[in-house]
């Protein structure tokens, strides 16, 4: 079971589309449109993102966003035997949005089911052979409803890039996606692990409890045994908590960030940087500890703190260190976010000081748009 893509809902596509080629580096890579609502298409490495947007008011984009800020609303699954999958899916009772449908080919098929997850998440599971990921994603996109018109890039489809991203050399650097973060409300965390097991087949990994002076989360990872899928699973466990502020912005559960794998990231944040892409602030206190434990070169640290990146390592394996940073909220409201990370010399899991270090990184975020107080202490 792996990511094949992620599925946003956006006010615009084509502007949206805009910002992940100029800011990100992204290729566009498909465009089109059925009657009420418009799609776009753009991929770095193997990753991809859907973008869709309303035409029309009778777009489910429209009714979606009349309820809830842009965000992620599906993350599609790619297995290799959809009706094993489906099978046990259906005998745990969960709700099932689309049918299996299938789209048959003269070298191949793709099929397909999109299920209910966690609030107004849905996770399509598809199965294809065959046929190019292209064909398939063209097909897929009648997800949103026939007809529908899809017009993929002619420089796609003959291998090249586009003119509008010959420059975007992050797209060589950007290359898969890490994990991705589902944020659920207090008292959920538990139904939601439950979930993600029984359904899907996720096992839990790391837990983690970050507790500041003002507020704090509960955090479960969660791991697909067969592909290494990592979904962390979030609840707040204080009302200021800034989990609490994405709930009640977003108005439920859902995806808070998603990671994206990268095999430089020095040079993929300078990169992004340059591209006017915003990323949290790091106080300069952090890394006088974390310096003592992570042995890199003078030069290496100097444009670690200079790009503000977080850096931890494992006790079992020290050179294996665990670098990240994390984009400030990409849309108005302060919900969804992109992590950079770079997994270096196999680092596993997640490290509870770089964990720490982001809680606190977005409490100060928190404290500039006054959803935060400090406690005074009593005299």
């Given at each position: 079971?792996?990511?094949?893509?992620?599925?946003?809902?956006?006010?615009?596509?084509i502007?949206?589309?805009?910002?992940?080629?100029?800011?990100?580096?992204?290729?566009?890579?498909?465009?089109?449109?059925?009657?009420?609502?418009?799609?776009?298409?753009?991929?770095?490495?193997?990753?991809?993102?859907?973008?869709?947007?309303?035409?029309?008011?009778?777009?489910?984009?429209?009714?979606?966003?009349?309820?809830?800020?842009?965000?992620?609303?599906?993350?599609?699954?790619?297995?290799?035997?959809?009706?094993?999958?489906m099978e046990?899916?259906?005998?745990?009772?969960?709700?099932?949005?689309?049918?299996?449908?299938?789209?048959?080919?003269?070298?191949?098929?793709?099929?397909?089911?999109?299920?209910?997850?966690?609030?107004?998440?849905?996770?399509?599971?598809?199965?294809?052979?065959g046929?190019?990921?292209?064909?398939?994603?063209?097909?897929?996109?009648?997800?949103?409803?026939?007809?529908?018109?899809?017009?993929?890039?002619?420089?796609?489809?003959?291998?090249?890039?586009?003119?509008?991203?010959?420059?975007?050399?992050?797209?060589?650097?950007?290359?898969?996606?890490?994990?991705?973060?589902?944020?659920?409300?207090?008292?959920d965390?538990?139904?939601?692990?439950?979930?993600?097991?029984?359904?899907?087949g996720?096992?839990?990994?790391?837990?983690?409890?970050?507790?500041?002076?003002?507020?704090?989360?509960?955090s479960?990872?969660m791991?697909?045994?067969?592909?290494?899928?990592?979904?962390?699973?979030?609840?707040?466990?204080?009302?200021?908590?800034?989990?609490?502020?994405?709930?009640?912005?977003?108005?439920?559960?859902?995806?808070?960030?998603?990671?994206?794998?990268?095999?430089n990231?020095?040079?993929?944040?300078?990169?992004?940087r340059?591209?006017?892409?915003?990323?949290?602030?790091?106080?300069?206190?952090?890394?006088?500890?974390?310096?003592?434990?992570?042995?890199?070169?003078?030069?290496?640290?100097?444009?670690?703190?200079?790009?503000?990146?977080?850096?931890?390592?494992?006790?079992?394996?020290?050179?294996?260190?665990?670098?990240?940073?994390?984009?400030?909220?990409?849309?108005?409201?302060?919900?969804?976010?992109?992590?950079?990370?770079?997994?270096?010399?196999?680092?596993?899991?997640?490290?509870?000081?770089?964990?720490?270090?982001?809680?606190?990184?977005?409490?100060?975020?928190?404290?500039?748009?006054?959803?935060?107080?400090?406690?005074?202490?009593?005299?």
């Open positions: 079971m792996k990511i094949d893509l992620v599925h946003f809902y956006v006010e615009d596509a502007a949206s589309r805009d910002w992940f080629i100029e800011r990100m580096g992204f290729q566009p890579w498909a465009s089109g449109a059925s009657h009420h609502t418009r799609t776009t298409i753009v991929k770095s490495g193997a990753i991809y993102i859907v973008l869709s947007s309303p035409i029309t008011k009778d777009s489910p984009v429209a009714e979606f966003l009349r309820l809830h800020p842009p965000g992620v609303v599906d993350i599609a699954f790619l297995v290799s035997d959809l009706a094993v999958v046990r899916i259906v005998k745990k009772g969960v709700k099932i949005l689309e049918t299996i449908q299938e789209r048959s080919f003269s070298k191949g098929y793709v099929k397909w089911s999109k299920i209910a997850a966690w609030g107004t998440l849905s996770h399509t599971i598809l199965e294809r052979q046929i190019s990921k292209l064909w398939a994603i063209s097909t897929q996109l009648n997800w949103i409803e026939e007809p529908f018109t899809l017009e993929v890039y002619p420089d796609v489809i003959k291998g090249k890039r586009s003119p509008a991203s010959e420059n975007n050399n992050i797209a060589t650097l950007v290359n898969s996606i890490d994990h991705v973060v589902l944020n659920v409300a207090a008292g965390l538990g139904q939601a692990v439950e979930w993600y097991r029984d359904v899907l996720f096992q839990p990994q790391q837990m983690f409890t970050i507790q500041t002076e003002t507020s704090g989360l509960g479960q990872v791991i697909h045994p067969d592909s290494g899928v990592q979904i962390p699973i979030n609840e707040p466990t204080s009302p200021n908590s800034q989990i609490q502020e994405f709930l009640d912005v977003n108005r439920g559960a859902g995806i808070q960030h998603i990671a994206l794998a990268t095999d990231i020095i040079a993929a944040i300078a990169q992004l340059h591209r006017g892409l915003s990323f949290i602030e790091v106080s300069p206190s952090y890394y006088a500890g974390v310096k003592q434990r992570c042995n890199l070169s003078v030069t290496e640290w100097e444009k670690i703190i200079a790009h503000k990146i977080l850096v931890d390592s494992q006790d079992d394996s020290p050179e294996s260190l665990l670098l990240q940073t994390f984009t400030q909220p990409i849309f108005k409201q302060p919900t969804f976010f992109f992590e950079i990370i770079e997994r270096r010399l196999g680092a596993k899991g997640f490290g509870e000081g770089n964990f720490r270090a982001l809680f606190e990184a977005i409490e100060r975020e928190q404290l500039k748009r006054g959803k935060l107080k400090l406690k005074i202490p009593k005299n």
